[in-house]
């Protein structure tokens, strides 16, 4: 079981919007549709952004989506804000009923 | 709303057992969900331990199934991570959580350091 391939960092200015991809099998990203993204601030615990790969919790700003395409999947951030800086993290169920995290995203505000 | 609360020993030496409870308030841990742990190094990401139904059955991270061991007291409302065998790359924040593989994580515990030193 290897972890879920991010880039290490993406960065953008406030307004714009950025993506991020999350890359993995077809054992688990590309064989299930159960691809969650969190948001960790430091110090913090993280926070559920989508589930189900398209699906908001409520509450969670619209400004954030999520879609999938063969093995990846990917999280975008629209109308980037100073507060949106944070590390991100992709989750998908895997075959053998096991759970695997991406290495994570530190997302920069410039 | 669930709450969850990680308490435990926040100092471990190397090759003794490291031992969590995850105490959980506003919602019945034998009502449903899978419950669970997560680990994160210092400055590292996130990584699944194992997972725990409410029937008691369990998932493990293959990588590190062979030392541990997660259990439920329903009596309790409590769930529990024992991790043997530690060396100081087990030196982690760990979270308890509830939600996992086709269900969301939609609940964490603010996480508790534990550090394996001598």
């Known amino acids: 079981q290897s972890a879920l391939t991010q880039p290490a960092s993406v960065s953008g200015s406030p307004g714009q919007s950025i993506t991020i991809a999350c890359t993995g099998t077809?054992?688990?990203?590309?064989?299930?549709?159960?691809v969650s993204w969190y948001q960790q601030h430091p110090g913090k615990a993280p926070k559920l952004m989508i589930f189900?790969?398209?699906n908001r919790p409520s509450g969670v700003s619209n400004r954030f989506s999520g879609s999938k395409s063969g093995n990846t999947a990917s999280l975008t951030i629209s109308g980037l804000q100073a507060e949106d800086e944070a590390d991100y993290y992709c989750?998908?169920?895997?075959?053998?009923?096991?759970?695997?995290f991406g290495g994570g995203t530190k997302v920069t505000v410039l | 709303q669930v709450q969850l609360q990680e308490s435990g020993p926040g100092l471990v030496k190397p090759s003794e057992t490291l031992s969590l409870t995850c105490t959980v308030s506003?919602?019945?841990?034998?009502?449903?969900?899978?419950w669970g742990w997560i680990r994160q190094p210092p400055g590292k990401g996130l990584e699944w331990i194992g997972t725990?139904?409410?029937?008691?059955?369990?998932y493990y991270n293959p990588s590190l199934k062979s030392r541990v061991t997660i259990s439920l007291d329903t009596s309790k409302n409590q769930f529990s991570l024992k991790l043997s065998s530690v060396t100081a790359t087990d030196t982690a924040v760990y979270y308890c959580?509830?939600?996992?593989?086709?269900?969301?994580?939609?609940?964490w515990g603010q996480g508790t350091l534990v550090t394996v030193s001598s």
């Open positions: 506003g919602y019945s841990i034998s009502s449903g969900y899978y």
């Open positions: 989750s998908s169920y895997g075959s053998g009923t096991t759970a695997v």
């Open positions: 725990i139904y409410r029937s008691g059955t369990t």
């Open positions: 077809s054992s688990d990203v590309g064989g299930y549709n159960y």
């Open positions: 959580a509830r939600g996992f593989f086709y269900e969301k994580i939609d609940s």
């Open positions: 189900d790969v398209d």
